[in-house]
């Protein structure tokens, strides 16, 4: 597809458990973006990849949180050991630097019971 | 945190100009100003972005005052699929890379 893909779409998972979330950007695109919503709030910012490397990772809430990018393209967000207020929609945008448009996929949607 | 301050909800009949403000006073010389809205359940959209000149596209005008420390949206002929929350961020992003901070947006109703 032409946009951002991101899997899966929900996500129920008991607390303590481990999650992966992945995110597959627009082809060409080299910058790639991780937030997180709660619901009635705005996208808060985690984690900024250039190519590769975690160019700002300042979001991130604590080291359960992990993301990766090996290849420049595909990003996958780790979570482990689950709490219930890790519960939100996971979402991932892309976009060509220098331009400031982002492109956001529709968002994971994590719930820990 | 946010760098700017919006209404928190705003209405708009269907078919005329919806006017959504954003306050900046903070911003700084090479920040832009960025609009995105976000439709229930999905992921936010890019809508329009400005430096100090106004800017217009085939969604939206932005308007950005001379002393660049408050700004509007223009939706011209708002219609109900335009029901969405509307954030306005700025940002050094163009020049520098980097990330969009949000905040709280508006939530602009358009009414039949």
């Known amino acids: 597809g032409a946009g951002v893909s991101q899997t899966p779409s929900n996500k129920v998972t008991e607390k303590g458990k481990y999650v992966e979330l992945r995110c597959d950007p627009i082809?060409?695109?080299?910058?790639l973006y991780w937030y997180r919503q709660s619901l009635g709030q705005g996208p808060e910012f985690l984690i900024y990849?250039?190519?590769?490397?975690?160019?700002?990772d300042s979001g991130l809430p604590n080291d359960r949180f992990f993301a990766v990018r090996p290849e420049g393209s595909v990003s996958t967000l780790k979570i482990q050991r689950t709490e219930r207020g890790d519960s939100a929609v996971y979402l991932c945008a892309s976009s060509l630097p220098p331009t400031g448009e982002l492109f956001f996929g529709e968002g994971s949607r994590l719930t820990v019971l | 945190d946010a760098k700017t301050t919006q209404p928190p909800s705003m209405d708009c009949a269907e078919g005329r100009a919806a006017n959504l403000p954003c306050n900046h006073s903070t911003i700084s010389g090479n920040e832009y100003v960025y609009w995105y809205r976000q439709i229930h359940s999905q992921g936010p959209q890019y809508i329009i972005h400005g430096l100090k000149n106004n800017e217009t596209n085939e969604m939206a005008s932005l308007i950005i005052t001379e002393d660049r420390k408050s700004s509007t949206l223009i939706l011209p002929h708002a219609t109900l699929r335009d029901t969405a929350v509307y954030y306005c961020?700025?940002?050094?992003?163009?020049?520098?890379?980097?990330?969009?901070?949000f905040g709280q947006g508006t939530e602009l109703s358009v009414k039949p």
């Open positions: 082809s060409g695109h080299t910058a």
């Open positions: 990849f250039q190519g590769t490397g975690a160019a700002d």
């Open positions: 961020i700025v940002s050094g992003l163009y020049n520098q890379g980097g990330k969009l901070i």
